[in-house]
């Protein structure tokens, strides 16, 4: 998979536009994956929810290295805003086909071409900045010839796409006169995960999972190249490289999915993954929808080297079964983790709600399977089959979740069976996995006096000495195991421990694990009964608990 890295990585930040937006969202990601500081700016237009932008960006606001700025572009210091920048990513505009036309179109020549002449201009104040701007292949409109190609004249036939077209040979004009390096991406039919939600395929695929009625604007078989997000990222990524090695002796670029399909096979292959029939409620077309969109890719392969990755049903398996595969896993994960009767580790939790969403996951099909070979249920389930189907769904849900919970409990309880040799034979420990056994320096504090016991410790290699201020109680060595009774007692330790040895390595035993290796293996207890007997023979009494 190409993986474009932005070259000529100076340290210095990044610049992205609508940054709140689909696409822009995803592109901080990638740039943040890549180890840059990338500066995120958005006015939050009303077009739609801030909510929505919001949550887009919540996976960029927990980074370190991102910074988002809310302004206005045609209202901004664009300036200070630039300072330091080393490219500009352009994704800021208003969107929208259909909210173009009439009074809104002042709103449209604001957003799409004040605002980035404004940003032109400053980038050219500021040193000539490259920039990448994001255009749309509405700027075509309703070409006879197909493929699209970049030397086809433009012709829009709305007003979103007049100003999308109009951005586009400003960018031009920087670039051929001032030397400003620029390049326009048109792009197809983007979608994906965070698509707006007056887009089409959001449309469709929330539609289909409500089981709620789609309206369908025209007769479907207009066809459009559909182009995944990710693809996407990956050509701003490798038009970033091009700008920052002035390679701008082309301009437009077409980015491309390389799927070609009609909204009715589209819709088809929704209701397939849905697993029934769609309700659909035709409308006429509307002003400025184009009637058919191909892109020929050949000049992103040549110029940019991109090639897109991943097509259509890949892109529809993701959007549309990703996103309630990871809600059901969330809420999976809830449950477990405050019903099950057992602390558990993240990796625990994480493996068991898998499991058990998988599972879950087979249901469907299993029963479209059952449907295929009997549609009417036949004699199988007879007059009682409704009462059939949900005492079978009843009796799979709860057999899932005690599947998931026992693989857990499974898992707990071999964590905690790895440390029963080390009171039987000293040599297991050195079967006990790495993430368990901490190696500490001569003169290093295992715990102090006074401190809440924790976790317990078992000597591997080395030696420790547990001593009340200057007084020495005890030597410990390889093979002796000490702190267990504080640990259980949850109570202050009486004494401090003290590494004699450079590179002592010890297990560390916590409560939950010694709890269970206690219940599974009930002959330990003899053990420990018979290790204190002797240590109170050899002992100081004050001392024993915190031995012990």
């Known amino acids: 998979m190409n993986q474009p890295a932005i070259a000529n990585d100076s340290g210095r930040p990044v610049l992205v536009t609508g940054a709140a937006g689909f696409i822009g969202s995803h592109l901080c990601e990638a740039l943040l994956a890549r180890g840059r500081q990338v500066i995120g700016v958005d006015c939050f237009t009303d077009y739609y929810a801030r909510g929505v932008k919001e949550n887009n960006l919540r996976n960029a606001l927990g980074q370190p290295g991102f910074r988002l700025v809310e302004a206005d572009l045609v209202e901004a210091d664009l300036a200070r805003l630039l300072d330091g920048v080393e490219v500009i990513y352009h994704l800021a505009g208003q969107p929208g086909v259909r909210g173009s036309w009439g009074r809104q179109f002042e709103v449209y020549t604001r957003n799409n071409i004040l605002a980035t002449q404004r940003l032109l201009e400053a980038s050219r104040a500021a040193n000539d900045i490259p920039l990448v701007y994001a255009s749309s292949s509405s700027a075509y409109g309703n070409r006879p010839e197909m493929p699209l190609r970049e030397s086809a004249a433009p012709a829009p036939i709305s007003p979103y796409g007049v100003t999308k077209l109009a951005a586009e040979n400003l960018c031009r004009l920087y670039n051929d006169v001032y030397g400003l390096p620029t390049l326009s991406l048109r792009l197809f039919t983007v979608y994906g995960p965070r698509q707006r939600p007056d887009m089409g395929f959001q449309r469709f695929l929330r539609a289909a999972a409500a089981g709620k009625e789609i309206e369908l604007y025209g007769d479907g078989t207009q066809t459009r190249d559909f182009t995944y997000v990710a693809d996407v990222v990956r050509a701003f990524l490798l038009a970033g490289e091009a700008c920052l090695a002035r390679r701008t002796d082309v301009q437009v670029i077409n980015i491309a999915g390389g799927t070609r399909a009609s909204v009715n096979e589209v819709l088809a292959a929704i209701a397939s993954l849905a697993g029934g029939e769609l309700r659909l409620r035709r409308l ?32 529809l398996d993701i959007s549309y079964l990703l996103a309630p595969f990871l809600i059901a896993l969330f809420f999976v994960s809830f449950f477990y983790f405050f019903f099950v009767p057992v602390k558990l580790k993240w990796f625990q939790l994480l493996t068991g709600s898998l499991i058990t969403v998988f599972l879950w996951s087979l249901l469907r099909p299993a029963f479209s399977l059952i449907l295929q070979l009997n549609p009417d249920y036949g004699f199988a389930f007879g007059s009682l089959k409704a009462v059939f189907l949900l005492v079978i769904w009843v009796y799979y849900f709860f057999t899932v979740m005690l599947a998931g919970a026992e693989v857990m409990a499974n898992m707990k309880r071999k964590e905690a069976l790895r440390f029963r040799g080390l009171f039987y034979n000293q040599k297991s420990g050195r079967k006990i996995p790495n993430k368990f056994v901490k190696v500490f320096d001569k003169g290093e504090v295992v ?72 219940r599974e293996n009930s002959d330990i207890v003899l053990t420990l009964l018979k290790e204190m007997s002797a240590r109170l023979k050899e002992s100081d009494k004050e001392v024993f608990p915190a031995v012990l």
């Open 284 to 315: 006429p077309a509307q002003p400025g929808d184009v009637r058919d969109t191909w892109a020929d890719t050949r000049l992103a392969a040549s110029a940019l080297g991109f090639r897109p990755e991943i097509d259509l049903p890949a892109g």
């Open 447 to 518: 715990f102090k006096e006074g401190e809440i016991g924790q976790e317990m410790f078992f000597i591997l290699s080395g030696s420790a000495v547990v001593h009340k201020e200057e007084k020495i109680l005890r030597v410990i060595s390889e093979g002796d195991y000490f702190g267990e009774i504080a640990m259980l007692l949850n109570v202050p330790r009486t004494a401090t421990v003290t590494v004699l040895e450079a590179d002592t390595r010890m297990v560390c035993i916590s409560y939950d694990n010694f709890e269970t290796l206690l």
